[in-house]
């Protein structure tokens, strides 16, 4: 007679890391003050400082996170201030 295979332990799973919902403010460049929020129902998504109380909101969809509407907004800023790229 032979032993009974003894069973496998699955692998340990990998942590994700969680993705930042407070970040650095472009205009008053104060650490931490700018907070993402994400209203789902009305597919609205807003940035906005504490300190100097500048907002920026968009679009979001499903799979929209808090990084991409900072990110979008950070673009916004870039094209505004540099308008003799887009005439290129």
Request: net charge negative; aromatic share 6%.
């Given at each position: 007679m032979g032993k009974r295979k003894s069973k496998?332990?699955?692998?340990?799973?990998?942590?994700?890391?969680?993705?930042?919902?407070?970040?650095?403010?472009?205009f008053c460049n104060h650490g931490t003050s700018v907070e993402c929020k994400i209203d789902m129902k009305n597919l609205i998504g807003e940035a906005s400082c504490r300190i100097c109380e500048e907002n920026f909101s968009t679009t979001v969809t499903a799979l929209t996170e808090p990084i991409d509407i900072y990110s979008?907004?950070?673009?916004?800023?870039?094209?505004?201030?540099?308008?003799?790229?887009?005439?290129a």
């Open positions: 496998a332990k699955p692998p340990p799973r990998k942590r994700t890391d969680k993705l930042d919902t407070v970040f650095s403010c472009p979008e907004w950070i673009d916004e800023c870039e094209r505004v201030n540099n308008p003799e790229d887009d005439d």
